[in-house]
């Protein structure tokens, strides 16, 4: 039963267009994340909610926008999508005392052409 | 301007021996840093951590170090296991009201039998 669950695990897409990664996880905790793994290795944090409120919100583009139905899922919408958003974006979750250890999900590689 | 540094992309190491992975960071902020490790087409996953109170943490083969002054810590694995094979990301976090974790670039380790 996986902990932290993202879909899709692949995503290729042209330029222009809007797309969604969904996240989900079972272990109760009650802060959420994506990360941007980018072409250098780096992992960046992008966002971060707690109890389904924005608390980090990193320098990303707007076309960027997390939203979080529940304490449980935190998807990422991507407008207009550009050749440098290509990367791998994970998810990770993580109880708001304990910021330092993180469940990560398994991420999703975009391609953009 | 990357605040946690790992210098070294990739380490191989012959099996039942010791491996030493580097990491250098900036911001004399940090109190608490870790390693996660991961596996291709997986999440990171938490390894062993230290707060900036001590020096070295031990967890079975694992072993951290922590320099302040230099600014450098270190995992060491001895001894090292084919299953150790992983890339090995070095993360930091400040304590403060927006606790976030800034990660390093990993470095991956080839643990030769």
């Known amino acids: 039963d996986t902990a932290v669950s993202q879909t899709p695990k692949y995503l290729v897409t042209q330029m222009g267009n809007d797309k969604s990664i969904k996240c989900e996880q079972n272990l109760g905790h009650d802060t959420m994340y994506w990360y941007k793994q980018d072409s250098k290795k780096f992992l960046k944090i992008m966002f971060s909610y707690n109890n389904k409120e924005l608390i980090i919100n990193e320098t990303v583009p707007n076309r960027f926008s997390p939203k979080s139905p529940d304490k449980a899922h935190l998807n990422l919408h991507i407008n207009s999508l550009e050749l440098g958003d290509s990367a791998v974006y994970f998810c990770a979750s993580s109880h708001h005392d304990r910021a330092e250890k993180l469940f990560f999900g398994s991420g999703t590689q975009l391609s953009v052409l | 301007d990357q605040q946690v540094k790992q210098n070294s992309p990739s380490l191989s190491v012959q099996e039942g021996r010791i491996s030493i992975l580097n990491c250098d960071y900036t911001n004399s902020m940090f109190d608490y840093f870790l390693w996660y490790k991961k596996y291709p087409a997986e999440g990171p996953t938490f390894l062993i951590s230290i707060s900036s109170i001590k020096d070295k943490n031990e967890d079975g083969r694992f072993t951290v170090f922590l320099n302040k002054s230099a600014k450098h810590l270190s995992l060491h694995i001895v001894p090292s296991q084919p299953g150790d094979s992983a890339v090995y990301f070095c993360?930091?976090?400040?304590?403060?009201?927006?606790?976030?974790?800034?990660f390093g670039s990993g470095t991956q380790l080839t643990v030769l039998p």
């Open positions: 993360a930091a976090l400040k304590s403060g009201s927006a606790r976030q974790l800034t």
